[in-house]
């Protein structure tokens, strides 16, 4: 049977347009996935910045008032910055004298970081100043006041203000992750070495320092007098950007994993549907063409026959009957055709009703066989039927299963040499199945075309088949009613030397 391949062709390039469209901007989309799973370390980065950014500001604001709220007070003797509530926010041991040109104090840093105060001592305001100094690369605040030609001082608690401005937010209102405040020095460029070397130093040391220093959140460089200082935000916790971006990561590879899954099932399901659809078509075209061929030949041959009688010129009454026997094989031949393709359609559109009941096999070959026999063919058959004793009954309606038995016989007759046909039929118990045979010594089927001869109207496509008869649905509708019957139907050949078709039913349980 000629199968037409355009229906198939454009299967393809519809598909071929499909997977075009959707993986291309897929693949895109994919694309930015990735650029977006690797900026969101950046992108979380930038949030919790822009999140703390307003805390940093109204802080860096109320740190100077703070201070200036803060009183110098001597307590057992030490100098003391006081906040209003009573807390001490400078150093124990930080406290200095300035006088007369000496500088007393017991921290090495201040001592150093004063003289360069010291010429400068008596323009020092009288009330209590906060101001930062800065020695040997530190910076130092301290809060000093001037009485006449002394200024006593004392320098601020790092920790303290770091408490202080803790306590003055609630983080949890801001962002989730545990935080706290702390001053730290502004990283300066070192003035020494200067030049594009020097700066190039600078900020490798600073790239080395951010990797290796505390992770920052956020960051804030003070106003004067603490301009030396910058707020910064530390996590007390994990690290809150990689635990945000490794869960934004994680949402972003499963969307991408369930995007590619519904994409991958929609293209799957959508090319089962376009293959079917296409099939179908072909399906409808092949079927159109085979029944039409297979009307034409009886038609014009039944016409002939009509004809020829029509114009009286057969007087022998003999070649009358002759010619009137050919019409009734030709008319027969229509109806097993069109009754096969109502069987067919009856089987596809789940109309077809079986009527089953326990029967001995034996009955079942008979009827098989009577149905071969009666149907006259030439050239003579030499048919052996073996069927063991004693075997089970099988459940079946027998019509259909003995039809499709018959059908093993007319192929095995029809698919075999012109003379010397011999076509053994045999039935066997094999544990809990019955096996009914059919063997013939015929042209034999290709490995190839063995599981397609199952399929609706797939003939093989040889000199043989095209001279012989047949709809390709024989097979298809034997194998439809043997399945539903629990069974299955088996193909062994062999080229040029012949096949052997069984059908397996199941032994009916006791
Ligand atoms: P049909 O006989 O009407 O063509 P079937 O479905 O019965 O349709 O068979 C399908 C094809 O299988 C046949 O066209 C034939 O080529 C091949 N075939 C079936 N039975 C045999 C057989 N016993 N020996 C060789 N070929 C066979």
């Not at 930080?94 to 017991?106: H, K, M, V």
């Not at 301009?227 to 990561?249: H, Y």
């Not at 009307?295 to 022998?316: N, Q, V, Y």
């Not at 031949?333 to 109502?342: A, D, G, M, N």
Request: proline share 5%.
């Amino acid at each position: 049977m000629s199968r037409s391949p355009s229906v198939i062709l454009s299967f393809r390039r519809t598909f071929a347009l499909l997977i075009i469209l959707v993986v291309l901007p897929s693949a895109g989309l994919s694309g930015f996935g990735v650029v977006a799973i690797i900026n969101e370390r950046a992108a979380v980065e930038k949030r919790l910045e822009s999140a703390w950014r307003g805390t940093l500001e109204s802080l860096s604001q109320e740190l100077p008032k703070e201070l200036s709220a803060a009183k110098l007070a001597e307590e057992g003797g030490r100098l003391q910055l006081l906040a209003p509530d009573g807390r001490i926010l400078s150093e124990p041991d930080g406290t200095f004298q300035l006088e007369g040109g000496r500088t007393f104090t017991e921290d090495p840093l201040l001592m150093e970081a004063l003289g360069a105060v010291m010429p400068e001592v008596g323009s020092l305001p009288e009330v209590p100043t906060v101001f930062s100094l800065s020695a040997g690369g530190r910076s130092v605040v301290v809060v000093a006041e001037r009485k006449g030609d002394i200024v006593r001082g004392v320098r601020l608690s790092v920790r303290a203000l770091e408490l202080l401005l803790t306590e003055r937010v609630e983080p949890r209102a801001v962002s989730s992750e545990p935080v706290r405040f702390a001053l730290m020095p502004v990283p300066r460029e070192s003035s020494e070495g200067g030049g594009l070397m020097g700066k190039l130093v600078s900020e490798v040391a600073q790239a080395r320092a951010s990797a290796l220093g505390p992770q920052v959140l956020a960051e804030r460089v003070l106003s004067p007098p603490l301009q030396d200082f910058r707020l910064v935000v530390l996590p007390t916790g994990e690290d809150p950007v990689a635990r945000a971006s490794a869960r934004n990561r994680a949402v972003y590879g499963v969307l991408l994993g369930l995007f590619y899954l519904t994409l991958t099932f929609g293209v799957v399901y959508t090319g089962r549907v376009l293959y079917r659809e296409a099939r179908l078509s072909r399906m409808k075209t092949d079927f159109v063409s085979l029944v039409s061929h297979e009307l034409r030949t009886p038609l014009t041959s039944i016409r002939m026959f009509i004809e020829t009688l029509a114009l009286g010129r057969l007087k022998d009454p003999a070649q009358m009957q002759e010619v009137l026997t050919l019409l009734t094989r030709e008319t027969e031949r229509l109806s097993v055709f069109i009754e096969r393709v109502l069987d067919w359609s009856r089987i596809e559109g789940g109309r077809k009703v079986y009527q089953r009941e326990p029967m001995p096999v034996m009955d079942v070959v008979d009827t098989a066989v009577a149905a071969f026999r009666a149907q006259r063919l030439e050239g003579g058959v030499d048919l052996k039927v073996d069927v063991s004793e004693g075997l089970p009954r099988v459940d079946v309606d027998k019509e259909a299963v003995a039809g499709a038995l018959l059908n093993l016989l007319q192929n095995a007759y029809k698919y075999s040499g012109p003379t010397n046909r011999r076509i053994e039929l045999s039935a066997r118990r094999s544990g809990r199945w019955v096996d009914l045979a059919v063997e013939d010594n015929g042209v034999g089927i290709a490995p190839k075309e063995r599981k397609r001869i199952f399929e609706r109207f797939y003939r093989v496509d040889n000199l043989l088949t095209r001279k012989t008869e047949g709809s390709g649905l024989g097979l298809a509708i034997a194998r439809r009613i043997i399945e539903a019957h629990g069974g299955r139907i088996a193909v062994k050949s062999e080229p040029g030397r012949g096949s052997r078709f069984t059908i397996h039913l199941p032994v009916q349980k006791a």
